[in-house]
């Protein structure tokens, strides 16, 4: 159902220009987010998935910038009361078409789409109070006197497990614990209620067990909500356990998007393929040796010819793949692979 | 069962390492200690595999630095088997005593981007201590850098580069090689895979298995990922503020853990299995803090089987009647889920 889309993005490019060569960090990506859906961004690091969640933020700074491609970002317009997504009206904007700094992108910046960043520690301000940061938020989206604010900043505080909010509202990051400070930056994000939540690497930093609380946290405010989720990880284990819906990304391509079923059961791409055999998966020990992908990420300045992931693959076809970059190509099971395998004009299926 | 070791390489017993905290005053007298490492005893069987897991902070690394004695333990002995049968006490010996054994003992560090000196070339890093010891120089030197350069999978007409010019898994590769240099017996690797992408990590782990059969090392282990120390581990320790908390061998450990943290660090691992979403158990609050540690178990204030005794008394790390180890009076009573095979 096409109007369950939150976001569609088609064909983003962004670029890099650098004193060294142009670095093409996103090259072409297609992605869909439905609404209430979490979906999981995986890959490598320097495949592009940080790239392309600050592209549908409008945060690319010089000298990279957004070169082509759309960000149809289709938000609900406030209705009246009950707010049912469904009956509301759905204007459609092209983010990528704003003036970064402009007006509309700045309502939709932090109050429709919200971050929340890897390291708590260095995205948070030091020298201000959780309180303060969250209550800034809040004032620059809604019309509330300072009092409101931080009362609401105290209730969010809560939401999100911090014990006595009342008191921590006051605090530095510093004085607080790493999961804690990870919760005041998720309280930050969700303080507008925003539709889309873009959370990268939300828990890379974080120990096991501080890592399933705040992924249970984010899963069960979720819920509450009743937001999206793009989650950006490199660990396909937190993808397994939180999202709905996978995209696979390598070299600044999304090279096969599914059911979070469909990707771990039947991996159409050879890179999703191999890099599930590469991990070790608890409770097989001993089953095998690892496969690893052979030989490493190319240099981003010298990008391969034709499949981005064709010398590191073992079904590489000769004359092919290493001419023509492969189109993306919808399977019939509802999933999308960008492999020369899959197209039927090739006649060779998996 | 976990047979007595018949030739261990290192005997662990009653490691201590405090750190001292400072006071403010002009006097800045001692007003505490950060018990980073707290009665830690193991043994490390020559040829194996021991995993060392545990959250951040928990004292990983301060033992790994203490075995290869970068730091000076606070207390305990480390018998260390030489191969000619003598025991040394490896807390005890001074910087002159120690250097034959530092060709023994050797570490991998977790990030080769800082373990690596950016104006030493590769030759340089990898022959440095091969020079420090004395063993070889000139043509010799280089021939044998080329030698375990090929040997970890790189070529060997690399050594004229820099670690600039390498990517985060072949520098993890030259600092293989540089603990290769000297013919160790045992490597402490310190988070070793942990800085690399998951399909460079797998190459590193079979080259570390690889090598481990070729030139019959030991492996100390420290990570806080499980399913990599699962995946290349005989034996896993798992340690929590500052204590060992278990110790088996990895399938019974993983499969029937005898502690109530590693059953909570076991269900808090994320499976790459959508159809396997596990029933986390959510440990309440946080890690405690090793300069004030509860008291009676460290674990009480999280723990869900805790009952009144556990609030007094410490439990000491005991052997069950299979051969394994556990610190909890509760050890071998409770019935505590490990991972499904």
Redesign the interface.
């Known amino acids: 159902m096409s109007d369950d889309l939150l976001l569609e993005i088609k064909g983003l490019k962004t670029q890099f220009f650098l004193d060294e060569g142009l670095v093409e960090a996103v090259n072409g990506v297609n992605l869909k987010i439905r609404r209430g859906a979490t979906v999981g961004l995986v890959g490598?690091?320097g495949c592009g998935k940080s790239v392309t969640a600050f592209s549908v933020l409008n945060l690319v700074t010089r000298p990279g910038r957004v070169v082509a491609g759309q960000i149809l970002f289709h938000r609900t317009l406030a209705t009246a009361a009950g707010g049912d997504a469904r009956g509301a009206q759905v204007e459609t904007i092209d983010l990528a078409a704003l003036d970064p700094d402009g007006k509309q992108m700045s309502a939709v910046r932090g109050k429709e789409i919200a971050m929340i960043f890897q390291e708590p520690m260095v995205s948070l301000s030091m020298m201000h109070t959780i309180g303060f940061q969250i209550m800034e938020a809040i004032l620059l989206h809604f019309d509330v006197s300072q009092q409101e604010a931080r009362q609401r900043a105290i209730q969010i505080l809560n939401k999100v497990g911090i014990p006595n909010a009342a008191e921590r509202v006051d605090m530095y990051p510093f004085q607080l614990?790493g999961?804690m400070r990870q919760r005041a930056m998720i309280a930050m994000a969700l303080s507008c209620n925003p539709t889309l939540l873009i959370a990268d690497e939300p828990t890379t930093a974080l120990?096991?067990?501080?890592?399933?609380?705040i992924?249970?946290l984010m899963l069960h405010l979720q819920k509450e909500f009743g937001m999206s989720i793009l989650l950006i990880t490199?660990?396909?284990?937190?993808?397994?356990?939180?999202c709905d819906e996978v995209a696979v990304m390598y070299l600044g391509e999304v090279v096969e998007q599914g059911s979070?079923?469909q990707i771990?059961?039947s991996p159409a791409h050879p890179y999703t393929q191999?890099?599930?055999n590469?991990?070790?998966?608890?409770?097989?020990?001993?089953a095998g040796?690892?496969?690893?992908?052979?030989g490493?990420?190319p240099d981003p300045y010298n990008r391969p010819t034709g499949c981005p992931f064709h010398p590191r693959c073992v079904r590489f076809i000769k004359d092919l793949c290493d001419q023509d970059n492969p189109p993306q190509i919808e399977l019939n099971d509802g999933r999308s692979v960008r492999c020369w395998l899959h197209d039927p004009r090739q006649g060779v299926q998996s | 069962m976990i047979q007595t070791p018949i030739s261990p390489v290192l005997e662990v017993s009653g490691l201590k390492k405090y750190f001292p905290i400072y006071g403010k005053g002009i006097l800045q007298r001692q007003i505490g200690d950060v018990k980073a490492v707290d009665d830690v005893s193991f043994t490390l069987a020559a040829g194996e595999t021991l995993g060392l897991v545990g959250e951040s902070g928990c004292g990983k690394t301060t033992i790994g630095r203490c075995l290869a004695r970068v730091y000076q333990p606070s207390q305990g002995e480390l018998l260390y088997h030489q191969p000619d049968g003598q025991v040394r006490d490896l807390a005890k010996l001074n910087r002159g005593q120690l250097k034959p054994i530092r060709r023994q003992v050797r570490m991998i560090f977790q990030d080769p981007f800082s373990s690596l000196n950016p104006r030493m070339t590769v030759l340089d890093i990898v022959g440095d201590p091969l020079k420090v010891h004395n063993v070889c120089s000139g043509k010799e030197l280089e021939d044998r850098v080329a030698n375990l350069l090929e040997r970890v999978g790189l070529r060997g007409e690399y050594m004229r580069r820099y670690p600039h010019a390498f990517s985060g898994g072949q520098r993890q590769r030259i600092g293989i090689a540089r603990a290769l240099a000297l013919d160790p017996r045992l490597i402490i690797c310190d988070e070793a895979v942990s800085a690399l992408d998951v399909s460079v990590r797998a190459q590193i782990l079979n080259l570390l298995l690889d090598l481990r059969q070729d030139f019959n090392l030991t492996y100390l282990f420290i990570s806080h990922d499980l399913s990599v120390v699962e995946y290349i581990a005989d034996r896993v320790a798992v340690m929590y503020v500052g204590r060992l908390v278990e110790v088996a061998k990895t399938r019974e450990l993983y499969t029937n853990p005898q502690h109530p943290y590693t059953e909570a660090l076991l269900s808090a691992v994320p499976n790459p299995d959508p159809d396997r979403r596990s029933q986390r158990i959510i440990l309440e609050g946080e890690v405690a803090d090793p300069s004030h540690p509860p008291s009676g178990c460290y674990f009480h204030p999280r723990c869900r089987y805790a009952q009144e005794r556990c609030k007094v008394e410490l439990p000491l790390l005991k052997t069950l009647a299979d051969g394994r180890q556990a610190a909890c009076h509760f050890a071998g009573e409770l019935n505590l889920n490990g991972i499904r095979v």
């Open positions: 490598e690091s614990s999961g120990d096991v067990t501080t890592q399933a609380q992924l249970e490199h660990d396909l284990g937190v993808v397994a356990e939180t979070v079923r771990f059961h191999a890099l599930l590469s991990i070790p998966k608890l409770g097989s020990s001993k040796r690892l496969t690893p992908i052979e490493t990420v």
